[in-house]
């Protein structure tokens, strides 16, 4: 079932997948990485002109990482703004994506904080390093397949 974004996306031959609606009617959409700088433009001009969440999980342990993106439309004296739904699905052993915070300023801590969780490389991101752990941690939290360690060393601040 295809929604009026997808419509528009291929009346204008931008590669996507239609994937359904969520419970409250958002669209939500798959793009593949290598789509995703152009087609996040085309949805800058399309009028998404605000990243309202990203955020990533892990698809099954071994398997996918995604990360998604709530996108909405801000407009003066509208009652129920379009948003849609973006899923973009990587592999777990090369995990990159293009970065969107060149479109979207909002992307920048949002984007850190699934990398430092999860490995998930957002390319050509200015500042893409650990945000709630420490530099030193090593492996992503975040993933099925981690294994936290026994111990953890407490260390000082000052």
Same mark, same amino acid.
């Given at each position: 079932?295809? !929604?009026?974004?997808?419509?528009?996306?291929?009346?204008?031959?931008?590669?996507?997948?239609?994937?359904?609606?969520?419970?409250?009617?958002?669209?939500?959409?798959?793009?593949?990485?290598?789509?995703?700088?152009?087609?996040? $433009?085309?949805?800058?001009?399309?009028?998404?002109?605000?990243?309202?969440? *990203?955020?990533?999980?892990?698809?099954?342990?071994?398997?996918?990482?995604?990360? $998604?993106?709530?996108?909405?439309?801000?407009?003066?004296?509208?009652?129920?703004?379009?948003? $849609?739904?973006?899923?973009?699905?990587?592999? #777990?052993?090369?995990?990159?994506?293009?970065?969107?915070? #060149? @479109?979207?300023? !909002?992307?920048?801590? *949002?984007?850190?904080?699934?990398?430092?969780?999860? !490995?998930?490389?957002?390319?050509?991101?200015?500042?893409?390093? #650990?945000?709630?752990?420490?530099?030193?941690?090593?492996?992503?939290?975040?993933?099925?397949?981690?294994?936290?360690?026994?111990?953890?060393? @407490? *260390?000082?601040?000052?």
């Amino acid at each position: 079932m295809k !929604g009026r974004l997808s419509v528009w996306l291929a009346k204008h031959k931008l590669a996507h997948r239609p994937l359904g609606f969520d419970y409250q009617g958002t669209e939500t959409l798959q793009i593949k990485s290598e789509d995703w700088a152009s087609i996040a $433009v085309a949805l800058y001009v399309y009028g998404f002109n605000y990243l309202r969440s *990203q955020c990533a999980y892990d698809v099954a342990p071994g398997g996918l990482l995604a990360s $998604v993106y709530h996108l909405t439309i801000i407009k003066v004296n509208t009652d129920q703004p379009e948003e $849609v739904c973006i899923k973009v699905f990587v592999p #777990r052993d090369n995990p990159k994506i293009p970065s969107v915070l #060149r @479109i979207w300023k !909002g992307a920048n801590f *949002q984007e850190r904080e699934s990398y430092d969780m999860l !490995g998930i490389l957002y390319e050509s991101h200015p500042c893409l390093k #650990r945000i709630l752990m420490p530099e030193s941690w090593i492996g992503w939290p975040l993933r099925k397949d981690y294994i936290a360690p026994d111990f953890y060393e @407490i *260390q000082d601040s000052h």
